[in-house]
């Protein structure tokens, strides 16, 4: 495994290293994204392995981690954002410079194609439904993934008072108020909170809260209760009637996935 994993490696710094002459900003938001890869692509090796699959199974689920973010760099050069909306699909475009690079040359075909739909769905609100089950290992892999590394960084974030604000994580929202009543009534029914009904940072913090309606593995429910990522983000909501709900029901819902 370890030599598919080295490939997959050596693979993303040569097209990382092809980018020259770049700004200290777009070198700093390179790095954001480059090392976010990394830890996704580790953490997706790690859940493989908890899942106890097979060894190439693991190597597979790696690979959809390194890959997944690599249009952003490009999108970054061309649209000078790592705004969807305002230039790219950042999947898509991830999809074209693999093949274009040429960067899953070495799976096999139909683990190639498993990989390509993890990363063609790992930013969708949800996973096709016409899909058959096992055609979407690595895509559940990788969401949960990419979830647990957001967290990682956000949580940081929140918890770090002399943190500079970063437009990536808080999408230049107003700080807000209270919690919007279309957010509160998704995350309360159970429901992943849609990006588009978010309309402050509070939101913001709600919808992350709801992602644990949308991880599918226990060890990723388990390293997200360990690293206490759900309890850092309520810390730094003040506590309404609503918020302590919302967060007594995420908890709960946490919880019993673990005991399960
Ligand atoms: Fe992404």
């Not at 994993?5 to 480059?34: R, V």
């Not at 890959?67 to 061309?78: A, C, E, P, S, V």
């Not at 402050?200 to 809260?209: G, P």
């Not at 309520?234 to 996935?257: C, H, M, P, Q």
């Amino acid at each position: 495994m370890e030599k598919g994993i080295d490939l997959a490696q050596t693979n993303f710094q040569k097209y990382f290293d092809s980018f020259s002459g770049l700004s200290d900003e777009q070198n700093n938001n390179f790095l954001i994204k480059y090392e976010h890869s990394l830890r996704v692509a580790k953490l997706c090796a790690d859940i493989a392995q908890s899942l106890r699959l097979s060894e190439d199974e693991q190597e597979m689920a790696y690979l959809a981690g390194v890959f997944h973010d690599i249009g952003r760099f490009r999108q970054l050069i061309k649209f000078n954002t790592f705004d969807d909306s305002q230039s790219v699909d950042h999947a898509d475009y991830s999809i074209q410079v693999i093949n274009e690079n040429d960067l899953l040359s070495e799976c096999p075909e139909g683990e190639k194609n498993k990989i390509l739909l993890a990363i063609q769905y790992h930013n969708k609100h949800e996973l096709p439904k016409d899909v058959v089950d096992k055609e979407l290992l690595y895509a559940r892999i990788l969401r949960d993934a990419d979830k647990l590394d957001i967290l990682h960084v956000i949580t940081d974030y929140y918890t770090n008072p002399k943190a500079v604000p970063n437009h990536t994580l808080t999408w230049e929202m107003p700080k807000g108020g209270v919690v919007s009543s279309e957010v509160a009534s998704q995350i309360m029914a159970g429901k992943l909170v849609s990006k588009t009904d978010v309309a402050s940072q509070i939101d913001i913090k709600i919808m992350q809260l709801s992602w644990v309606y949308d991880i599918n593995f226990k060890p990723s429910f388990e390293i997200m209760m360990k690293r206490r990522y759900m309890e850092k983000i309520y810390s730094t909501l003040s506590k309404s009637d609503i918020v302590i709900e919302i967060y007594r029901k995420v908890k709960v819902f946490a919880e019993n996935k673990i005991l399960a």
